[in-house]
C-alpha cells in the first residue's frame, strides 16, 4: 500500500511538472528557438570537429576510446579482441623499407593442370577461370623456363621454342606432337600434360614420360657446364626443366592421394633447390607445395620444422607460411576456446599467441578470412598470384580450408579474433604494424589475374568511420537545419516545436487523465495533497 501511494505521489508531482513545463514552453519566443538551435549546432560541430581530427591521428574515435577504456570496465566487460603485448616483428619493419611502389605478381605454386582441371571447369559450367593476362603471364614463364638461346641447335627444341609462344591451345599441342616425332623431347611431353591430358592419371604418365628424357638432357649438359656460356645457359635452362617436372609428378601424386610420396619427392626437391644456385628455382615456392602435404597427413610436427627454415625475417612471407603458423598456434588452445569465458577470465599466454598469430596472418593477406570462414564464394585459384591480394588468399583457402576444418575450433577462433586486426594496425592504413605498408595496387592487379565476370574482388578492409562520428555528423547536420529554419521561420517553427513537445508528452497525460477518471474525485484530492 505504501509503494502504491509513493507510486502516485511521483505521478502526481509529474503532473504538476507538465503543468510548469507548458506554461514555460507558451512564454517562450522565437528568438529562444534561434538561439537553442544555432548554440546546439555550434556544439555538435565543435564536437564533431574534434571527433573527426583523433580518428585521422589515431584511427578511433575518441567517445568510443573512452567507454570502451573506463566505462565498459566498470560494466563488467573486459576487451581481449586484440592482445597488448603485440610488438612489432623488427625484421619484417625493416625490411618494409624497401620499394614497394610495385605489385609483384608471382607464379601460384599450387596451380591446376589446364587440360585436366581448369578447362573440365570450362566444359561444365561454360565459364573461362583464367584471364588472357594471367595465361600471358604463364607463356612468358614457359619461355624463361623451357628456352633458352642455343635452343635452335635441337631441331625438337627451336619448334618448342615457337610453341610456347603460340596463343593457339590447338597449335601449341599440335607443334609438340611435332617435336615429338623428332626425338624424346621433355619440355614437349610438358605442353601435352599440361594441356591435351584431360586426367591426372593421363598427365601424370606424360610427366613420367618427360622425366625420363629431362633426366637425360640434364646429365649431358651437366657435363658441358662450365665449357663456355651457351652450355651453361642449356644447363640453366635442363634443370629448370628437371625441377619442374618432379615438382608437377609430386602434385600428381598427391591428388591422387598418394600424400606420403608426394612429401619424399617434394623433400627432395626443397634440398635440391637448396643446393642450386639459379636464381629461377626460387620462384616455385616447393616448399608451400610441402606444408600442404604434411598438413594432410596432419604431421604437425614436421610442418613446425618446415616453418621454422622458411618463416624467417630474411625470407619473404606469404599467405601460407603466415595462416600455418596461425593454424599451429591456433591448434594448441581452439578446441577449448570461449569467447565469453575469455571475456570473463581474460587470455591465456597460449591464446594470446594464438591470437597474435592470426593478427599477423590477418595483416599480410586481410582477404583470406572471408574465404576461410566461407563468408565469400571460393572460385578456382589463377595459375599467378599476387601477394597479400585477393588471388593470393583465393589460392590459399582453396587448398587450405579443409585443414582449418580438420582442426576443431581453429575457425571459431579466427571467426572471434580476425576482425581485431584492423584496430591494432596504426592509421592512416599507410602505415603498417608487422609488415611493411599495404600495397594501393593490389586491387588493379587482382581484377587483371581474377575472372571479375563471376567474381567480385575483394579490396583491402578500409577503416569505417566509427558510430559517434557518423551520430555526431548526423547531429551537427540536422541542428544546423533546425537553426537555418527556425531563423527564417520562427513564428512556424515555434508552432512546430510545440506541436512536437505536446506529441512526446500525450502518452503520459493520456496516463493521468485515466488515473484520474477512475480514481474518486475525494481520494484524488486527498492524494495530490500528499
Known sequence: MIFMLYLLRVAFKVNDNLTTVSMFLNTLTPKFYVALTGTSSLISGLILIFEWWYFRKYGTSFIEQVSVSHLRPLLGGVDNASPSNSSPSNGDTDSSRQSVSEC??????????????????????????????????????????????????????????????????????????????????????????????????????LFKQALKAGEGCYRR??????????????????????????RRLAMCSRKLGRTREAVKMMRDLCVFQLMKEFPLLSMFNIHENLLESLLELQAYADVQAVLAKYDDI???????????????????????????????????????????????????????????LEMKSLILPPEHILKRGDSEAIAYAFFHLQHWKRVEGALNLLHCTW??????????????????????????????????????????PKKELPFFILFT??????????????????????????????????????????????????????????
Open 104 to 205: 609483384k605478381v608471382w607464379r601460384n605454386p599450387l596451380n591446376l593442370f589446364r587440360g585436366a582441371e581448369y578447362n573440365r571447369y570450362t566444359w561444365v559450367t561454360g565459364r573461362e577461370p583464367l584471364t588472357y593476362y594471367d595465361m600471358n603471364l604463364s607463356a612468358q614463364d614457359h619461355q624463361t623456363f623451357f628456352t633458352c638461346d642455343s635452343d635452335h641447335l635441337r631441331p625438337a627444341d627451336a619448334i618448342m621454342q615457337k610453341a610456347w609462344r603460340e596463343r593457339n591451345p590447338q597449335a601449341r599441342v599440335s607443334a609438340a606432337h611435332e617435336a615429338l616425332e623428332l626425338e624424346d623431347c621433355a619440355t614437349a611431353y610438358i605442353l601435352l600434360a599440361e594441356e591435351e591430358a584431360t586426367t591426372i592419371v593421363e598427365a601424370e604418365k
Open 221 to 246: 649438359s651437366q657435363q658441358l657446364q662450365h665449357h663456355g656460356a651457351q652450355y651453361e645457359a642449356q644447363h640453366r635452362r635442363d634443370t629448370n626443366v628437371l625441377v619442374y617436372i618432379k
Open 314 to 372: 630474411s625470407l619473404p612471407k606469404s599467405a601460407t607460411i603466415c595462416y600455418t603458423a596461425a593454424l599451429l598456434k591456433a591448434r594448441g588452445v581452439s578446441d577449448k576456446f570461449s569467447p565469453e569465458a575469455a571475456s570473463r577470465r581474460g587470455l591465456s599466454t597460449a591464446e594470446m599467441n594464438a591470437v597474435e598469430a592470426i593478427h599477423r596472418a590477418v595483416e599480410f593477406n586481410p582477404h583470406v578470412p572471408k574465404y576461410l
Open 419 to 460: 576482425e581485431g586486426t584492423f584496430r591494432m594496425i596504426p592509421y592512416p592504413l599507410e602505415k603498417g604494424h608487422l609488415f611493411y605498408p599495404y600495397p594501393i595496387c593490389t586491387e588493379t592487379a587482382d581484377r587483371e589475374l581474377l575472372p571479375t565476370v563471376f567474381h567480385e574482388v575483394s579490396v583491402y
Open 473 to 530: 555528423a548526423g547531429l551537427c547536420s540536422f541542428t544546423a537545419m533546425l537553426a537555418l529554419l527556425t531563423h527564417q521561420f520562427p513564428e512556424l517553427m515555434g508552432v512546430f516545436a510545440k506541436a512536437f513537445l505536446s506529441t512526446l508528452f500525450a502518452p503520459l497525460n493520456f496516463i493521468m487523465e485515466k488515473v484520474e477518471s477512475i480514481l474518486p474525485s475525494s481520494l484524488w484530492h486527498q492524494l495530490t495533497r500528499i
